[in-house]
């Protein structure tokens, strides 16, 4: 039922549960607001809003006053104007008059009401009350002279980001704002108090005074460093991005520090150079360019197209990946495009099948409202994909999802009240070598490695199979586990395998039955599991869990949180499934080498090694840097007889390169990526003298014309446009309208409806993607995958065979790191190894955007406060961390959320890391931490 | 007044003690609502004894308990309000420290009314005597089977925590102290939704003052009608008034609503101080305008008092005589109240440490004419512009002085300091 209601004579019709404020935006009158922001919970304190409600004596805080029906306000009267402009006085009163200096100057929301609605002069002849300014984190400074106390903010921390860095000190005119004692704003979400606060208190570290705001163009993109794909807007001036912020309005009102502040680490190398006697020169582009076209076409011919390889970075477009894989697979005939240096492509048909499974059983982070229990496989999606971290919590009950938007209802005014984190009875479980961000009481927390969490949900299909089958009943949960754990592959018993007593033991078999009967279970997958070599174990056992639990009338909501940047995209456009072995047939025997279609960067340099790869084309990544076994993938390199590398930057592996050719970097390219949840989103490029088509684009044509082949795929708009017809994306959108837009599923669905069960048309966005590989290559086509994990049928066999311990990914995996037995040396304590992206809040990514103290600006050791307490190590203390294949030196940052027993050493960083250290993601690495000399004092 | 009901203990040796309690008819009434009432008859019976809360604002109890919803499943909750904080009173104080068995047998009958299982009191901080004989008074009454699962052996369980505040006047004000005993910040809540509806964690919730609380047993063991035949019509039942300032005997005094306050002050509280003639009297705590001698045949309850344009507030009279200055009391309360605001709204949080400055200025001598103005015009943006009444209270110790003495400020404006202050500044 609508309610009608007049504001000054415009009279609306809005729904039950309007506030005043949202009925008079849509009639179109605008009442000024300080404290109320459409995504927090209604404070009321800021007084700006007062209106007259006709019967009403007193003026009414538009903000919290909920429309009934036949209402009369009035925002127009000499009583409201005098309000405001008492208001506004009062908050004047101790506020500096320091606009001029002031970085929030042109975007204050102060200043611009005082100008509209104030009086001319201030009455106040006192002395104001100050305050010493302060960074409050690496990203945030606050002014405290400047607030208004509307307490934006520390909502924010309390009710959203649940961070609960900043909050409210002292009261009455004493109040003040900052950090909790011993804590600065360093969670994962920090920036956005600086959008949120609608003075100069809190300002942007990165921004502050570059620019003043009315010198910025405003450009709508999508973040493409991490595969939830947030929309954003890009603030540029003179073409060059100063700031990102959210768009105004947008479904994705928080973005993380690192799409907020990321771009700021860009760096851009423009000159392409060749090696010549071990030297790299400068030469122009056309120079390089031919060369490699040249070399390319040479040694095809030498040695047959199975001897080019190409390893693809994360932050590819999706229509590079086009390119690259039209040019490469089509008209070079190679099949070799591998999707970064720790992604394994799959081995099999089986293995093809699972992963284009989980693609379509993909659930969205809103699909788990109402779960009554989660499991979150090695996931901390709050650190590796932030806002689909947030928006989990918020469809879990545990974080408020704000007060409405403009024209929405809204919900009992002020109900963010009754505490969000109170209200949710869901059962969170986290498994893995990591306590997720932020601790909440409904987290119970399982200290395991990767391999055992592989092999717990293996467990827990087979669990489910046996129930289903009506055998598991019989059987105790715990015998269940035990039984299928030492029948495990690779996971148990096997030397200096660190197992966690909670795997083992009992307490997980209770949990197991918990997780086979729960009437809707989450389960989230983190996205080092996805990118690891147990990948395809882990998603085979997550679909045969919801296949089981789906015939056992329960449901659950697989989410997978895919990697870095465009993985997504790079799965649906087929690039790493490619051609199958068997595909590949006869020409790669015929040539008596090289890699075949679908190889992995593992096969890739396996063969670059044995001499079979000739030819690395390497784009968009630095692989010495992301790859595991390091020193075989450095001979592999030095091996081959042609190596280019093309990227933004000069990284170790352009320093090797035969050619390296300059790229714009990600926030320099136009393009699209594919989201998480499977929406394109699109990427507005910053103006760079290199322009806004992909430099990659120029290489490849050049190359395909010294085929004497013609492209007209050389401008991301017309691949777009090509992509589109091809894949028969119902879209109207061109790129650029694709970048306006916050992202669009490829069948024109809004992907509002939908749950983790349907696995129709609706959200599979590049359905008809897996086409690409046909394509692309012209060899065998994809048929679209049976809905399988949805038939019992299928299933039992499966279930069948994960019994027999045939299927999933782990399998008999050697332990690298093992060593002989013996007394380990006093100093030296063994660990097991875990590496992988290190989190948003100590992103690589921000590293060099702050210059903040406790951001690790180089490699790091992270080890648990525990474990660093126990052999007196502390803070910054130089650690030397030794495996069976070499040795890092780096500092120790102490760490309250990783597991006793094991070490972290994170990707990511130039130089050494932990490839030196682990052969592979798939097996276990054991390594010997040592403190070696001088370091920080304890 | 002969029969003494909220004081009647008071001053017996051992009152705090439940055997002295018990001795002398305590939870009597208990028993009876228990044995012989159905909750809503106890409703009922408060509603007829027309008690009005004793908190401040006067509302009617038996309403207010009708206000909470009947059919929600779930946890419902009743809070006393202990936390007395008003400047000049100290009435509550006395039932906590001398006879809080009658306060908890009230709270038992309360919560019985209202099907509440679980009962907090909310305890000035600062009255550590008071906490240590209401929680000692918490423990014998559990063990003498008066509270907890079985009250007096039957189906009725309570379980009644005691909490202390830590210090704050705003956590007086009902949903700020909802606020603080959640453990959180004591910021006054928007209303709508009331407490009624949505109080402590989100529950339907009663928040009763401590002599409010401390009528009920009188009602239920000697009826409604009883209590409504003590005071005038519309204010019915006995009051406690904390006399303080310029008096002969300052203390609490129980008189039935609608003893005048010239029968308060001079029969009973012996007078202006040192025989001075009587100037302003605010007659329900810091909070409520100040009347003149004029005003002094004034009936003293809710009805009367905002006749004259006064309240009877928490019923705290503040007795000023003919030497007190009155931008000084102005002073003094505006700084507490400018100390004690929560900070939360813009008016109330910067408003009124302008006014002190202001007042300031007066009081020594560098104020104008035109400062008496603005001091109007402030308190005029403050009042009915916050989100709690604080805002409203804050305010009427200046407007009120200066609707009344005008002429006080105009002459320390005009001579450049306060009449009233020798050179030494000492009191003439
Ligand atoms: C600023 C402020 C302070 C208050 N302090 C007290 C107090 O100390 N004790 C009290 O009983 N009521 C106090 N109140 C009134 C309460 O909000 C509430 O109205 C009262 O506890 C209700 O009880 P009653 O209905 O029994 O009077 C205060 C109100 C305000 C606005
Ligand atoms: S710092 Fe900014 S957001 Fe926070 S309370 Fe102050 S004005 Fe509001
Ligand atoms: S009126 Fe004062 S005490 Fe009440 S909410 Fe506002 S600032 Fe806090
Ligand atoms: S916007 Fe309504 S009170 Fe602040």
Known sequence: ?938 | MAEKILLKNVGIPGSERLETYRSRGGYRALEKALRELKPSEVTDAVKKSGLRGRGGAGFPTGLKWSFVPKDVPGPRYLCCNADEGEPGTFKDRVILENDPHMLLEGIAISCFALSVVEAFIYIRGEFALGAERLERAVAEAEEAGLLGPNVLGSDFGLKVHVHRGAGSYICGEETALLESLEGKRGLPRLKPPFPASVGLYGRPTVINNVETLSCVPSIVQNGPEWFASIGTKGNTGPKLFAVSGHVERPGVYELPLGVTLRELLFEYAGGIRGGRGLKAVMPGGSSTPVITAEQADVKMDFDSLAAVGSALGSGAVIVMDDATCMVEVALGLTKFYRHESCGQCTPCREGLGWMVRLLEGIEFGRGSTADIDLLLEIASGISGKTLCPMGDAAVIPAQSTIARFRDEYESHVRTGGCPFKSAAGKVE
């Not at chain 1, 999706?318 to 039209?326: C, P």
Request: charged residues 25%; glycine residues 12%.
């Open chain 1, 1 to 938: 039922m609508a309610l009608k209601v007049t504001i000054d004579n415009r009279t609306v019709e809005v729904e039950p549960g309007t506030t005043v404020l949202n009925a008079a935006s849509q009639a179109g009158v605008y009442i000024p607001h300080l404290c109320y922001h459409r995504k927090l919970s209604i404070k009321g304190s800021c007084r700006l809003c007062l209106i007259e409600v006709e019967g009403t004596p007193k003026l009414q805080p538009a903000c919290s006053t909920l429309v009934c029906d036949g209402m009369r306000v009035k925002t127009d009267t000499q009583q409201v104007k005098d309000a405001r402009r008492a208001v506004l006085e009062l908050l004047l009163l101790n506020h500096p008059l320091d606009c001029p200096v002031c970085d929030a100057g042109g975007e204050c929301k102060l200043q611009d009401y005082v100008f509209w609605y104030g009086r001319g002069r201030g009455r106040f002849v006192f002395e104001k009350r100050t305050f010493a300014r302060e960074d409050v984190g690496p990203f945030v400074s606050r002014d405290m002279n400047r607030c208004i106390h509307c307490t934006r903010c520390a909502r924010f921390a309390a009710e959203v980001s649940l961070a609960e860095d900043i909050g409210v000190f002292e009261r009455g005119d004493r109040t003040w704002v900052g950090p909790y004692p011993g804590k600065e704003l360093r969670s994962p979400f920090s920036g956005n108090v600086t959008e949120l606060c609608p003075v100069g208190a809190l300002t942007d570290r990165v921004f502050r005074f570059k620019a003043r705001s009315w010198e910025l163009t405003d450009t709508p993109s999508s973040c493409p460093l991490c595969p939830v794909g947030c929309p954003t807007l890009l603030q540029t001036r003179d073409g060059r991005i100063l700031r990102i912020r959210t768009r105004e309005k947008s479904r994705t009102p928080w973005i993380c520090d690192l799409g907020r502040f990321g771009f700021a680490a860009r760096r851009e190398e423009t000159r392409p150079t060749v090696m010549e006697d071990g030297r790299q020169i400068e030469v122009p582009w056309d120079v390089a360019a031919q060369m490699v076209a040249g070399r390319l076409r040479t040694i095809s011919k030498e040695s047959g197209p199975e001897s080019i390889g190409v390893v693809c970075g994360t932050l590819a477009t999706n229509e590079e990946l086009f390119a690259l894989q039209h040019v490469f697979r089509n008209v070079l005939k190679c099949g070799s495009v591998s999707f970064g240096p720790r992604t394994p492509a799959p081995a099999s048909h089986e293995q093809r099948r699972v992963l284009e499974d989980a693609l379509r059983a993909q659930g969205r982070a809103g699909d788990l409202v109402g779960c009554d229990s989660v499991l979150l496989l090695c996931a901390d999606p709050y650190e590796e994909a932030p806002v689909a971290g947030l928006k989990l919590l918020q469809a879990l009950g545990l974080a408020s999802s704000g007060a409405g938007e403009v024209g929405e209802a809204v919900g009992v005014v002020g109900a963010a009240r009754d505490s969000a984190r109170g209200g949710s009875a869901v059962r969170i479980t986290a498994l893995g070598p990591r306590r997720p961000e932020p601790p909440s009481v409904q987290t119970t927390w399982i200290a395991a490695t990767p391999q055992d969490c592989a092999d717990m949900v293996k467990r827990l299909a087979l669990e489910l199979a046996n129930m289903c089958e009506g055998t598991g009943t019989a059987r105790t949960h715990g015998d269940t586990g035990k039984a299928q754990a030492t029948g495990g592959p690779g996971t148990t018993g096997t030397a200096g395998t660190l197992k966690s007593a909670a795997v083992e033991g009992r307490e997980l078999g209770s949990e197991l039955g918990f997780w086979s009967t729960s009437r809707k279970l989450g389960i989230v997958v983190g996205g080092e599991l996805v990118g690891s070599s147990l990948v395809y174990g882990v998603l085979a056992s997550v679909l045969r869990v919801c296949a089981a639990r789906s015939a056992l009338g329960v449901e659950t909501v697989p989410l997978f949180l895919f990697g870095s940047g465009n993985a997504r995209g790079a799965l649906e456009l087929g690039v790493l499934a490619g051609q199958s072995r068997a595909g590949s047939g006869g020409r790669g025997d015929d040539s008596g080498g090289g890699v075949s279609d679908g190889a992995g960067f593992r096969e890739q340099m396996d063969a670059a090694a044995g001499g079979k790869l000739r030819a690395l084309f390497v784009f968009g990544l630095d692989p010495l840097a992301e790859c595991y076994d390091r020193a075989k993938v450095e001979e592999a390199l030095k091996k081959v007889d042609f190596l280019c590398v093309q990227s933004d930057t000069v990284n170790e592996t352009a320093g090797m390169a035969h050619v390296y050719l300059p790229l714009q970097s990600v926030f320099g390219r136009k393009g699209s990526f594919v989201d998480l949840e499977g929406r394109l989103t699109g990427l507005s490029a910053e103006q760079s003298p290199q322009g806004e088509e992909s430099l990659l684009f120029g290489l490849l044509r050049t190359v395909c014309e010294a085929r004497g082949v013609a492209t007209e795929l050389d401008k991301a708009e017309a691949i777009f446009s090509y992509m589109k017809g091809r894949y028969g994306w119902n879209l109207n959108e061109n790129l650029k309208a694709l970048s306006d837009s916050e992202g669009v599923f490829p069948d024109g669905s809004d992907g509002r409806s939908g749950n983790g069960q349907d696995v129709g048309s609706k959200r599979v966005p590049a359905r008809a993607a897996s086409r690409d590989a046909r394509a692309a290559s012209d060899s065998v086509s994809w048929k679209r995958p049976p809905r399988a994990w949805l038939l019992p049928r299928d299933f039992e066999g499966e279930a069948r065979a994960a019994g027999r311990g045939a299927a999933g990914g782990s399998a008999g995996a050697p332990v690298r790191g093992a060593r002989e037995p013996g007394p380990p040396p006093q100093e030296a304590e063994e660990f097991v190894l875990l590496s992988g992206r290190a989190g948003v809040s100590r992103s690589v990514w921000a590293r060099d955007v702050s210059g903040h103290p406790k951001i690790p600006k180089s490699l790091f050791v992270e080890i648990s406060r525990a474990d660093a307490e126990r052999l007196e190590i502390c803070e910054g203390e130089s650690l030397e961390v030794t495996s069976a294949l070499g040795s890092v030196r780096t500092a120790a940052v102490l760490s309250e959320s990783l597991m006793p027993g094991a070490v972290f050493v994170p990707f990511g960083f130039p130089g050494p890391g932990p490839g030196v250290l682990a052969g592979s993601g798939d097996e276990v690495t054991v390594v010997r931490v040592r403190k070696v000399g001088v370091g920080a004092e304890c």
